[in-house]
């Protein structure tokens, strides 16, 4: 959710992301007599930034691989743990993935046996469903840490211990978009092998993202060519794009449990303030979830029609995740098994770093006034 109430935090931090962004670009481009040392500085700053964001999970820095978002992370993650793919080999996810895991399994139903983890009300799946899964053709395990629609955070602890228990050579991958830079993580404790994490959901730049490779991991390349980013990403890297996103981990870094217990609050005083003052609502994410996400159904409400409403006050929701918004069915919530009354109301309000706690009065009434206006004319017709 974005409000535009108060923007000094916001520009604070984007001036000091584009400053590091344009320090690059004028000495790169503008000076092209001294190109080869100004390279020099560019390869510098990248690895400055990979530091960075290898530090926000725990990681080293060669283990960090610079990608052009989380898609393309979970693409080369997966199709590199799966090279030389058997029919008999088998793959395992859940039935609540992020499209570009679900979608890449979906492709690869065809070429071995493809299997998907129910989950409960919650979205949290079930252990021993997955331990009595994973046998010795098991090759990769992908489950998302943080779901991107309704916020369910899976154990990524005891997931990854007990895939390693069955089958020591099953590869673990997880997408950690929505969990980098919001919940603790430390891959050195962590048995993941790969890790996809994003820029722009921490604020920095989009069209960058992040794959972590643990050190013992061989993946093969998605794609050939120059062999930049040893050769896991060949092509030009996005220079400035990276080093925003280096700047980015950095602010965050220096106040990461600031920022997410302030989190926290919002979402607590938001979902307080929302069962308070409307009737006939459900909160679709758990109360154990992540800090940023809110999914909530008000009944005889149809999301879209909400949406626009509010769009109108400068107050943005959502009927999903950015990434899937145009799908005429929720697949994560089908999956949940909610019900179509509240299906159909299902409308998601992430909070970022930037939103504060002036805001809510203003949120929370223009959201109870739409659902009154919504619901009257809903009940007229």
């Known amino acids: 959710m974005l409000v535009y109430l108060d923007n000094s935090a916001t520009t604070r931090v984007r001036n000091e992301v584009l400053k590091e962004i344009i320090d690059v670009n004028e000495n790169y481009y503008g000076n092209p007599s001294s190109l080869h040392r100004m390279g020099l500085m560019a390869e510098k700053k990248i690895e400055e930034a990979r530091k960075s964001a290898a530090k926000l999970i725990g990681a080293k820095a060669e283990e960090i691989y610079f ?26 996810t859940t039935k609540i993935e992020h499209p570009s895991v679900y979608n890449v399994f979906k492709q690869l139903e065809g070429k071995c046996r493809v299997k998907y983890l129910d989950t409960d009300e919650n979205g949290k799946i079930n ?35 007990v895939i390693k228990d069955k089958n020591k050579n099953t590869r673990f991958h997880v997408d950690g978009v929505q969990s980098y830079g919001k919940i603790k993580i430390d891959v050195q404790k962590t048995p993941l092998d790969t890790l996809a994490f994003s820029s722009h959901k921490i604020h ?28 896991i990403r060949s092509g030009t890297e996005n220079t400035s794009g990276i080093i925003g996103f280096g700047k980015a981990c950095d602010l965050l870094y220096e106040s990461f449990d600031r920022e997410v217990k302030k989190l926290y609050d919002l979402k607590d005083l938001y979902m307080k303030r929302l069962k308070e003052e409307i009737d006939d609502i459900k909160f679709n ?21 909400l949406v626009h409403y509010l769009e109108g006050k400068d107050i943005y929701v959502s009927t999903g995740s950015a990434c899937s918004s145009k799908a005429r069915d929720n697949r994560i919530l089908e999956a949940i098994k909610l019900g179509h009354e509240y299906r159909e109301g299902a409308v998601r309000i992430s909070l970022g770093y930037f939103n504060t706690f002036d805001e809510v009065e203003y949120v929370i009434d223009n959201i109870k006034q739409a659902v009154k206006d919504i619901r009257s004319i809903t009940k007229r017709g």
């Not at 052009?68 to 008999?88: K, M, P, Q, V, Y």
């Open 285 to 305: 994410n758990p109360r154990d979830g992540a800090p940023h996400i809110i999914n909530i159904s008000f009944k005889n409400v149809p999301g879209e029609v």
């Open 204 to 231: 920095g730049p989009k069209g960058v993202g992040g794959l972590y490779i643990r050190h013992s991991i061989k993946l093969a390349p998605l794609v050939y060519g120059g062999g930049q980013e040893r050769g």
């Open 127 to 161: 252990i021993e469903e997955l331990s009595t899964m994973v046998d010795e053709r098991t090759r990769l395990v992908s489950i998302m840490h943080v779901n991107n629609e309704i916020g369910t955070v899976q154990d990524i602890n005891e997931i990854g211990a």
């Open 67 to 92: 990608t052009g978002g989380g898609t393309e992370s979970n693409n080369i993650a997966i199709f590199g743990h799966l090279s030389n793919l058997n029919r008999d080999d088998s793959i395992i």
